[in-house]
Structures are given as structure tokens and as C-alpha cells.
């Protein structure tokens, strides 16, 4: 019960210093579309059908706060780092692969992206660990 007791008490304390001040909150503006209602923890960021780029110019996309700058079958999407669109619309990666930098890899054996993207070993890598002893 004191552990419990105790966490609580710190999780206060990190989520009252980690929260900004009410007259910052209150003097936050920020731009909607019209008759759309949200709560003030949604609204720096518009929602994913504001990035619809089916409806839309596909210069849409472009703007700050995408998810991408390319439109693919009406969404804007990133094509460096998405699985279904890896380096272009419609190039999906196979199971066994992430998409690093526009292009499919097997994180597990890549020397150049060795359990993640960009992650490099000096001699091999297996299983997503560089220098692994198997």
C-alpha cells in the first residue's frame, strides 16, 4: 500500500510539472475547420481527414503537419519510412522487412540497418543485433 501510495504521489508531481500553466493553455489558438469540435489535448494537431488528398489538391500534403508528402490512394503518406508505400504508392514491403529510407530491408541481416533503421555494424548482423554471437 505505501508503494502504491508513494508511485501515485510521483505521478502527480511529474504530470504537475510536465503540464504547462492555465494562462498558456487558454492563450493557445489554434485553427480548425468549421463545425468541428475538439478537446484542447487534440487540437495541435488537425485530424488525419484534413490530409485527405482525394478530395483535395494533392498539394495538401505538402503542408506542415502531414504524414507525408506524397498522395497515395487519397492519403498522404510517407514514402521513406512507410510499409505499404516504401519508396513509392503501392510497394509494400514483405513481412520480413521495414522500409529504411525509401527502400525494403530484412532489419534482421542488414549490415547498414541492423534492427532498425540506420543502425550500422561494424561486421555482421543476425538475428537485429550487431556482432552477435549465435
Known amino acids: 500500500m505505501r508503494k502504491a501510495t508513494i508511485f501515485l504521489v510521483a505521478l502527480a508531481l511529474a504530470l504537475a510539472t510536465a503540464t504547462p500553466p492555465l494562462q498558456t493553455v487558454a492563450a493557445t489558438t489554434t485553427t480548425t475547420a468549421p463545425g468541428l469540435r475538439r478537446s484542447r489535448f487534440l487540437a495541435d494537431s488537425p485530424p488525419p481527414s484534413f490530409y485527405d488528398c482525394s ?3 494533392p498539394s495538401i500534403c505538402l503542408q506542415s503537419g502531414s504524414p507525408g508528402p506524397t498522395c497515395c490512394k487519397g492519403t498522404c503518406v510517407d514514402t521513406e519510412n512507410s510499409f ?3 519508396g513509392n504508392c503501392n510497394k ?16 534482421f541481416t542488414d549490415e547498414n540497418n541492423c534492427g532498425g533503421c540506420g543502425v550500422k555494424c561494424r561486421t555482421k548482423c ?7 554471437a549465435a
Not at 509494400?92 to 532489419?107: A, I, W
Not at 543476425?126 to 552477435?132: A, E, P, V
Request: glycine share 6%; hydrophobic share 5%; with cysteine.
Open 55 to 57: 478530395k483535395k489538391p
Open 84 to 86: 505499404q508505400h516504401c
Open 126 to 132: 543476425t538475428n537485429g543485433y550487431c556482432d552477435y
Open 92 to 107: 509494400t514491403c514483405e513481412y520480413t522487412q521495414m522500409c529504411c529510407q525509401g527502400k525494403c530491408v530484412n532489419t
